[in-house]
């Protein structure tokens, strides 16, 4: 095993900087490796960056994605039909919902009116109005989640 101390530097794995401007001797004197006049001789020269000698840039070409991406996750509609997969008396929560199946991914729930509800449940989800009345005909209520 290689030990902290054994670490050397390899010839030609580091280069020295290129000093300019520092006389003719140097061999990078006078003009400092810049060449004659112009706009890159000067000190703040050259063309800013993403300039493509005034055609209209890739970066401006390029199509882009239009319009708005929501960062909230959409809710899962259930179907008031779909719960008579539980037994009476059963809480229904997101985690049950998907337990049993009925919901592919864990996400907010919502759970609307479609189909008979014939089971006696106790519903922490958020539910539509005819939802609602639909549980509480069956017997059962709608509780928020703690």
Do not use: C, W
């Not at 290129?18 to 706009?39: D, E, F, M």
């Not at 449940?121 to 539509?128: D, G, K, T």
Request: hydrophobic fraction near 35%.
């Amino acid at each position: 095993m290689i030990k902290l101390h054994e670490l050397k530097v390899y010839k030609g794995s580091r280069k020295t900087r290129k000093v300019v401007g520092r006389g003719l001797g140097s061999g990078h004197g006078t003009y400092s490796g810049r060449g004659a006049k112009g706009q890159n001789a000067r000190k703040s020269g050259g063309v800013r960056p993403g300039f493509e000698g005034g055609r209209q840039p890739m970066i401006r070409q390029a199509p882009k994605l239009r319009g708005f991406k929501s960062p909230h996750k959409k809710s899962i509609t259930v179907l008031t039909s779909s719960l008579n997969k539980f037994a009476n008396d059963e809480k229904v929560t997101n985690e049950s919902l998907f337990e049993k199946g009925i919901i592919k991914v864990l996400a907010p729930v919502k759970i609307v009116l479609k189909g008979e509800l014939k089971k006696k449940l106790e519903v922490m989800v958020a539910v539509s109005a005819g939802a609602k009345a639909a549980i509480e005909k069956a017997g059962g209520k709608i509780t928020k989640r703690s």
